[in-house]
């Protein structure tokens, strides 16, 4: 386990440098930055420490960062400072899941007990996690990629096998179905679990700047670049790399990116000095690969570079019996996270949501745990649930749209494996398509399958 460390926030310099200067004298080991994004990259299951965060900043404030933070591990202690006397905002934070509030002007060695109790507090949850992994009960990986099928059982295997290892990895899977989890904790059981994890999304990068936002460029390297500045592939030095949706990047910068994977060196805009590169490199991808090579729209090399070590990420349409455990799960997760009392959710709400075609996958099925948390219908287009007594037709309905929503759903909502799967006519299948409301999701070629 690394030293524990305080990642300290302000936007002023000097209230920043003398804070810092305070609590080292205190035997801390400090980090500073003068915004908060830079700390999400140092964040994650094994981080071993506490951030301190001024409330009221530019771009990103204390509160936001609390809420991404908790978004990552809730159990991560951070600890709000603020100029301003606001009971309110005091309030609000201890209900986000604040570890303590603390208004300026502070006593240092005030502070100093504060983020000494709170890293006793981290160090037993960090030590708990590591003993229940060695006793071999459900650890991290489990609570994050929680499941009972055979699908989730060889996942986790794969991605502890591969996460022990060093290889870069090509992780394969729909919208929504949690690929950046799956990314998150490969870092985290890796050596380099410590390191920088850095998230880039390669759809979102604007094409003019995408060479500057990767590699980092010198003072003139084009037009307004006054100063050098750091790239995000050696912001990651020593961490990992994330390329979220690889088949959006550019195809000539495909060709650059795949000599960073070969040699591990990187160039800045407008430098000759090569920068050796020690990172590792996870891409994730929700539509497949293999076409987009066969289309000219991604490279071969680059494919095959990618796909040593692959990951794929199971949608709920393959595994349907985790519904009921993982919707429960998330429910609590939102109370926990809307600061409210546990619910009991009716078990016809539980049969409603297990027969569904979840088409938006884990993020669609978290959003109705989100809902019902708010007291709003899980499944908003149907109107509020049911949860008083129901027909026997009314079930048998409930469950046939279920079946017919998934099997859509695993068949992309091409209609002939999903009749033939049913032992139902065409015709048959798609009357009960428009009854329930499910012909939306069948595919616009789907008229073809008979042909």
Wanted: net charge negative; glycine share 8%; proline share 5%.
């Amino acid at each position: 386990m690394t030293e524990p460390c305080v990642l300290l926030i302000d936007d002023e310099n000097e209230m920043r440098r003398s804070s810092a200067q305070a609590l080292e004298l205190f035997d801390l080991t400090v980090e500073t930055f003068s915004s908060a994004e830079p700390v999400l990259e140092l964040i994650g299951y094994a981080f071993n420490g506490v951030v301190v965060s001024d409330i009221r900043m530019p771009g990103m404030d204390g509160m936001t960062l609390l809420q991404r933070i908790r978004e990552v591990d809730p159990e991560v202690p951070v600890i709000l400072v603020t100029g301003h006397a606001d009971v309110q905002l005091a309030v609000s934070a201890m209900r986000a899941g604040v570890y303590d509030f603390i208004e300026k002007p502070f006593a240092a060695q005030h502070l100093a007990a504060v983020i000494r109790r709170a890293m006793d507090r981290r160090s037993l949850v960090l030590e708990n996690r590591r003993l229940r992994a060695v006793a071999g009960k459900r650890d991290d990986i489990e609570a994050r990629l929680p499941g009972r099928t055979q699908v989730m059982v060889d996942l986790r295997y794969r991605l502890r096998a591969i996460g022990a290892t060093d290889a870069d990895t090509l992780i394969i899977g729909e919208t929504g179905v949690g690929k950046e989890v799956v990314a998150r904790a490969l870092h985290d059981v890796s050596s380099r679990a410590s390191r920088p994890f850095i998230a880039i999304n390669c759809a979102a990068l604007p094409a003019t700047l995408i060479e500057s936002e990767l590699f980092g460029h010198e003072p003139g390297a084009f037009p307004g670049a006054l100063r050098p500045r750091y790239g995000k592939f050696e912001h990651g030095r020593g961490g990992t790399i994330l390329l979220d949706e690889i088949g959006s990047m550019p195809f000539d910068l495909q060709a650059k990116f795949l000599r960073v994977l070969q040699e591990r060196i990187i160039t800045r805009l407008g430098s000759n000095e090569q920068i050796p590169l020690d990172v590792r490199f996870i891409a994730t991808s929700k539509v497949d690969l293999e076409a987009e090579v066969a289309a000219g729209r991604f490279r071969a090399d680059l494919f095959y570079r990618l796909n040593v070590a692959t990951l794929r990420v199971p949608s709920l349409a393959q595994r349907q019996a985790d519904i009921p455990l993982l919707f429960l799960q998330l429910v609590r997760e939102a109370s926990a996270r809307y600061n409210r009392n546990d619910i009991d959710v009716p078990p016809e709400l539980i049969t409603d949501i297990a027969t569904r075609g979840w088409l938006g996958n884990v993020r669609e099925l978290r959003n109705a745990a989100d809902r019902l948390v708010l007291g709003l219908s899980p499944t908003p287009e149907d109107g509020p649930p049911d949860t008083g007594p129901q027909r026997l037709a009314d079930r048998v309905a409930s469950y046939e749209r279920g079946l017919i929503a998934s099997a859509l759903v695993a068949h992309g909502g091409s209609l002939k494996p999903v009749y033939e799967q049913l032992g139902v006519s065409r015709k048959t299948l798609y009357e009960k398509m428009q009854k329930y409301g499910l012909d939306k999701y069948a595919r616009l070629d789907a008229s073809q399958d008979d042909a």
